[in-house]
């Protein structure tokens, strides 16, 4: 048993087994102990969380490996808007720069932003996630520690969040958390 402690450990002193997710209401539902059982796993996921909030709940993440999902919380009318759309983007692309240099990973996973479903949504709202995913992709890109998982086009069906893999058009099922999961242990 000592044995095995050291060995666990020895792992996290590196961070090189451990991953933090950090991010809203889809990282809150993951089960990620049992998703990535070969990892040391911490969610730190928020119900309602908006990209703004992360840095106010004074995680430590310093050098190490960070998963983080979040997004959908922030998108609404100025997203919709073709005159505010290209600012908001900015802003928003600007704003989780900035969260990512201020944590200091040593490597981030960036899940692109989940198509939605959900009632009340403008029939409009998946063409401007990819357009804000796209944004997102370059961000992650230009920081050379940063890998962007796109699971956008996994979870679209006919324009929209595939009701397969969701609850209620937002928050994701079984079937749709095998998926993030599948995605992201390729890339880790």
């Known amino acids: 048993m000592l044995a095995i ?14 991953l933090y997710f950090v991010g809203d209401s889809l990282v809150a539902g993951w089960d990620v102990k049992s998703s990535f059982p070969t990892y040391l796993t ?14 106010t709940w004074n995680l430590n993440y310093r050098d190490k490996n960070v998963v983080m999902l979040i997004g959908t919380n922030n998108l609404g009318g100025e997203l919709l808007n073709e005159e505010t759309r290209p600012r908001f983007i900015a802003d928003f692309v600007a704003e989780y720069r900035h969260t990512i240099e201020t944590l200091a990973p040593r490597r981030v996973f960036v899940l692109s932003i ?10 409009f709202f998946n063409t401007c996630i990819e357009e804000l995913n796209t944004a997102l992709a370059q961000m992650v890109a230009s920081l050379g520690y940063g890998v962007f998982v796109d699971v956008y086009d996994s979870f679209l069906y006919e324009g929209a969040l595939n009701m397969n893999y969701s609850l ?6 079984n079937l749709g958390y095998n998926i993030l999961n599948v995605r992201l242990s390729k890339e880790l």
């Not at 402690?5 to 451990?18: K, N, Q, R």
């Not at 989940?114 to 029939?123: A, I, K, Q, S």
């Open 5 to 18: 402690l050291a060995l666990v450990t020895s792992c996290s002193d590196d961070g090189v087994s451990e």
């Open 42 to 55: 911490h969610n730190d996921g928020v119900s309602g969380a908006r990209i703004e909030d992360i840095l």
């Open 114 to 123: 989940l198509p939605r479903n959900f009632e009340g949504d403008d029939e």
């Open 168 to 173: 209620d058009g937002l928050h994701l099922n």
